[in-house]
């Protein structure tokens, strides 16, 4: 009895130290952790091999192209994992392990969850032999190869023909030999030394998208640069079309009059009239604004794709708005090289994690 209590108290304890767990993982924090990780690395026989679940903000742009590889020898097998990732809008991870090894299929996904933000990530994990092992073996099919000795023998003796069946003429005939791959045996083979390949090639995955992330920011802050260049050529130019638009008024009223004396207060009227309708201060102000605050996340770096990619929304929004007020030509074809512009960083933003 005293041994059954003792179990029960035990039981107990535990239970309560994984409610507290739950507990903890469902309350709201902010410290960017994220505590359903926390709660299975709680109850995971593996948790001191996990990787930290806490998503460090990382310095550099992070493209979502990428691919890494890393292999492991032991005396028993080979494992190898390959990394590969590709534009996505969400975190998409196609994991695929051999047979041997599907109890580590939860822990890897946390593992490729703590170290990626966005991107269709594949991974693929092979187990091979060690080297010296053979990585097939020859499987012999002893029953045909009697029928086919005996079938032979038996047309002998119709047609009338001798002659003995050779082991040669065995082993040529179809089915008889064949070659299969080795499953090679996950025995002995620990989590922690399939998240330490996992690792390496999720570093050099890792490694590979911020490089060509690095290359993306470089053209994205030459875009940024050029689209400033359009918005200060719009802003220039705003004044100057409306005194053009006043002289070319005064030029067609001036053609359809003749000698008669205009009203210079009319001809300022329609002249503040068109000013109010083509009026763009309010676009360019935040336009100004989201060029600021795109200088800030290319600065800031880390996974800043959804972000980017929602400013150029807004880059465009107004770009369109100054381009229909445009009641000018050079101001027409500032907003039309604008929006080029934005085009090509909308296609380069849609390539960052």
């Avoid at 995971?44 to 460090?56: C, E, G, K, N």
């Avoid at 309708?277 to 800030?296: I, N, S």
Wanted: proline share 3%; with cysteine.
């Amino acid at each position: 009895m005293p041994d059954r209590f003792a179990a029960s108290s035990a039981d107990d304890e535990c239970d309560e130290r994984h409610a507290l767990a739950l507990r903890g993982s469902l309350a709201a924090g902010s410290d960017g952790v994220n505590r359903n990780i926390l709660t299975l690395q709680e109850i995971s026989p593996y948790d001191r091999w996990m990787a930290a679940s806490r998503i460090t903000p990382v310095p550099a742009l992070r493209s979502m192209t990428g691919f890494g590889r890393a292999e492991a020898t032991g005396d028993a097998a080979t494992v190898t994992v390959e990394a590969r990732s590709v534009n996505h809008r969400h975190l998409d991870i196609a994991l695929r392990l051999p047979r041997t090894l599907g109890a580590f299929e939860m822990d890897a996904r946390r593992m490729i969850q703590s170290r990626l933000e966005r991107g269709r990530i594949d991974v693929a994990v092979q187990l091979g032999p060690a080297p010296g092992q053979c990585a097939q073996q020859i499987r012999v099919d002893a029953p045909l190869a009697a029928q086919y000795v005996a079938e032979a023998r038996e047309l002998g003796r119709t047609v009338g023909l001798g002659g003995e069946v050779t082991l040669a003429w065995v082993l040529e005939r179809p089915g008889v030999m064949r070659t299969q791959d080795t499953e090679t045996p996950a025995t002995g083979l620990a989590w922690s030394v399939l998240a330490e390949v996992l690792g390496r090639a999720l570093d050099e995955l890792v490694a590979c998208r911020g490089t060509e992330g690095a290359a993306l920011g470089a053209e994205l802050r030459a875009l940024h640069a050029a689209l400033r260049t359009q918005v200060d050529v719009i802003a220039a130019r705003t004044p100057v079309a409306l005194a053009r638009y006043g002289e070319r008024l005064r030029e067609r009223i001036g053609a359809l009059l003749g000698e008669v004396v205009l009203d210079e207060g009319r001809i300022l009227t329609e002249v503040a009239i068109w000013a109010d309708k083509t009026d763009v201060r309010e676009e360019m102000t935040r336009l100004r604004a989201h060029l600021e605050q795109l200088t800030v996340l290319l600065d800031k770096g880390g996974a800043a794709g959804r972000a980017l990619d929602f400013l150029i929304q807004e880059l465009n929004r107004e770009v369109n708005t100054i381009a229909s007020k445009a009641d000018d030509l050079e101001l027409s074809q500032a907003a039309l090289a604008a929006k080029g512009i934005i085009e090509k960083m909308r296609e380069q933003a849609q390539n960052l994690e």
